[in-house]
């Protein structure tokens, strides 16, 4: 019962305005959630906790809170949700700014170097030496996951190259930014920490056996989705 409260006080902050109906499509059809709370705006330590409906549609706590790490500068209003909470801000996702957007976003697909995951129930990207992620605010694949064996004009000159990087060994690609707004950032993942005292440049990372926990759990019958919300704004408002 408490945590049914819980998340229907967090509802009652996020389901005000003109965003009501896109808000009610994301959450209502949602029966998986991360939800996870950075400390403060500044700082890049955070927690998460997985949730999950019940057969009766209430929403469940599952598993221990895990500690996670978040972009180096903290957070960060997705420019496209602020209103929606009523936060008019300077303090918005900018590419670049190392910091981690707040709101709530579906978890579109896991990725990972092995040739097949280890989870059915989700979509998986196989990473290779081809597949890349393009950050150049300039291009036309801006906030793309691409396979430039398949890109004839790559007009791109700044990426991230996904099959080099050690810690994308597993990850889920997080929704945000899904209209490729030039400059409001790219490339937000959830996938493997360094250490707990190094900070990401945006993404949500965290232990590698904690990340294989999570990811094994989700679902993509269950639509999984993301919620970033910093622990003094839900305070605050409860």
């Known amino acids: 019962m408490l945590f049914r409260l819980g998340f229907l006080l967090l509802m009652s902050f996020f389901l005000r305005g003109n965003a009501l109906a896109?808000?009610?499509?994301?959450?209502?059809?949602?029966?998986?959630?991360?939800?996870?709370?950075?400390?403060?705006?500044?700082?890049?330590?955070?927690?998460?906790?997985?949730?999950?409906?019940d057969t009766k549609g209430r929403w469940q706590k599952h598993g221990e809170t895990i500690p996670v790490i978040v972009g180096k500068n903290g957070v960060a209003w997705d420019e496209n949700q602020a209103d929606f909470y009523h936060r008019s801000s300077v303090n918005y996702k900018k590419e670049g700014d190392f910091k981690t957007p707040l709101g709530i976003y579906h978890i579109e697909k896991i990725f990972g170097f092995a040739k097949h995951s280890f989870n059915p129930n989700m979509p998986y990207l196989s990473l290779t030496t081809h597949t890349e992620g393009v950050d150049d605010i300039t291009s036309k694949y801006y906030n793309q996951i691409v396979d430039a064996r398949f890109i004839q004009?790559?007009?791109?000159?700044?990426?991230?190259?996904?099959?080099?990087?050690?810690?994308?060994?597993?990850?889920?690609?997080?929704?945000?930014?899904?209209?490729?707004i030039r400059g409001n950032g790219s490339n937000i993942f959830i996938h493997i920490w360094k250490d707990k005292k190094s900070p990401t440049a945006g993404c949500i990372a965290m232990s590698e056996l904690n990340l294989e926990k999570i990811l094994s759990r989700l679902d993509q019958a269950?639509?999984?989705?993301?919620?970033?919300?910093?622990?003094k704004v839900f305070k605050i408002r409860r």
């Open 153 to 180: 004009n790559k007009d791109w000159k700044s990426s991230e190259k996904m099959r080099e990087i050690s810690l994308y060994q597993w990850g889920a690609v997080i929704d945000y930014n899904v209209l490729h």
């Open 222 to 231: 269950k639509h999984p989705v993301i919620v970033i919300l910093p622990s």
């Open 22 to 53: 896109q808000h009610i499509n994301v959450i209502s059809n949602a029966q998986q959630m991360l939800w996870v709370t950075p400390r403060n705006f500044d700082d890049f330590h955070a927690d998460l906790q997985f949730y999950e409906k």
